[in-house]
C-alpha cells in the first residue's frame, strides 16, 4: 500500500563531493539517545528542516558497495531539497504530520516493551522555509553510523552519544532490534561487526558490542562534531551552535531535564557491573566516573 509519498529516485548516482547538496548536513548517533529530540529542536529554527529517518535501509543494496551508498544518500538529499522547494512537502517518519521528539510509545506493547510510534510519511514543510538556501538535516543512526568513513567525506556529519548506562535502559525497554543484540542497518554495511555479533550468544553482551561500535566509530570518524545529550537536552541552543545555525533557538514548548528516573534498580545494578569493566571508546566519551555518578543517582533516587 502506498503511502502517497513523492516518489524518489533511489538508484545510486555517482557524483562527485563538490555536487553534493549544499546547506546540508547529517545527524547520526547512539539509538535512544535523543537524536529525533534534536530533529524535533532543530525544526523550531527559522529556515531549517530536519528529518528523522526519511530512507528505508531495504532500499539500499549493500552488494553495490559503500561509495555506491553514500552516492544514493546525496542524491536523496538532493530530491529531497527539490520537493521541499517545488511541493512544500517532504518525506519522514513523523507522527500527526510532525517529527515528535520521542519515536517511542510511552505505553509497553506486547512483551512489555514500548513499540515505535511513527510512521514514514509526508510532512508539509511550507511554513518552515524562508529561501532555497535552508538547511536540511537528515538523521539515520546504524546507516550513516556504518557509512561514516565514506560519509564524512561527502557531507558534514554531527553525533549525538548519552550516558551509557541510560542507552543500555532504553534499550531494554523498547520493541527494536537493539533490544535483542541486533542493529540491521549496521551489520548490512559491516559484514565485520555483523559476523561479531553472530559469535556473542548473550544478548546484554551484543548491546554492549554495539555500543562500543557507535562510540568507537564516533571517535575515529567524528572528531569534535559530537554532542552529549545531558547538555542539550537541558539546552537546545547547544544542538543548534555544533551546527553553526545563525539564528538562536527559542524554545516554545516544556522545559526538559537529564534527569534519569524509573529505572529498575536490580537491572541497573547490573548493566553497571557490565559497563565498568567493558569499552575503550565508550570512555572517550563518558569516563567511569560519569558512569559512577549515574548510578549513584538511581539508587538514591529508588
Not at 544514493?72 to 517518519?93: E, H, K, L, P, W
Amino acid at each position: 500500500m502506498s503511502c502517497g509519498c513523492p516518489a524518489f529516485d533511489l538508484v545510486p548516482r555517482y557524483r562527485d563531493s563538490s555536487l553534493n547538496p549544499p546547506n546540508t548536513l547529517l545527524l547520526t548517533g547512539l539509538p535512544r539517545a535523543g537524536t529525533t529530540l534534536c530533529c524535533h529542536i532543530l525544526n523550531a529554527y527559522p529556515n531549517v528542516l530536519a528529518l528523522h529517518e526519511p530512507m528505508t535501509p531495504s532500499d539500499f543494496d549493500p552488494e553495490l558497495g559503500r561509495t555506491a551508498a553514500v552516492s544514493q544518500i546525496a542524491n536523496f538529499a538532493q530530491q529531497t531539497r527539490t520537493s521541499a522547494q517545488r511541493d512544500g512537502v517532504v518525506v519522514s517518519r513523523q507522527k500527526d504530520g510532525k517529527v515528535p521528539e520521542n519515536p517511542v510509545a510511552q505505553a509497553v506493547g506486547e512483551g512489555g516493551l514500548r513499540p515505535m510510534d511513527v510512521s514514514l510519511g509526508q510532512i508539509d514543510v511550507r511554513h518552515q522555509l524562508q529561501d532555497e538556501n535552508f538547511t536540511l538535516v537528515i538523521k539515520h543512526n546504524a546507516l550513516f553510523t556504518a557509512l561514516l568513513p565514506e560519509l564524512k567525506e561527502a557531507l558534514p556529519v554531527y553525533g549525538i552519544v548519552r550516558n551509557p548506562l541510560a542507552v543500555l535502559a532504553s534499550w531494554n525497554q523498547v520493541d527494536l532490534p537493539v533490544n535483542q543484540g541486533h542493529i540491521p542497518a549496521g551489520e548490512m554495511f559491516d559484514p565485520v561487526l555483523k559476523a561479531q555479533l553472530a559469535q556473542i550468544n548473550d544478548r546484554l553482551k551484543r548491546q554492549l558490542h554495539i555500543l562500543e561500535w557507535f562510540c568507537r566509530r564516533y571517535a575515529d570518524h567524528l572528531g569534535g562534531r559530537v554532542l552529549r545529550y545531558e547538555d542539550f537536552v537541558v539546552n537546545p541552543n547547544k544542538v543548534g551552535d555544533m551546527l553553526q545555525l545563525p539564528t538562536p533557538y527559542h524554545a516554545k514548548d516544556k522545559q526538559r531535564s537529564s534527569r534519569n528516573a524509573g529505572y529498575d534498580l536490580a537491572q541497573m545494578e547490573v548493566f553497571y557491573q557490565q559497563l565498568r569493566g567493558f569499552g575503550d571508546a565508550l570512555r572517550q566519551f563518558y569516563p567511569l566516573v560519569q558512569l559512577d555518578e549515574l548510578m549513584d543517582s538511581i539508587r538514591a533516587s529508588a
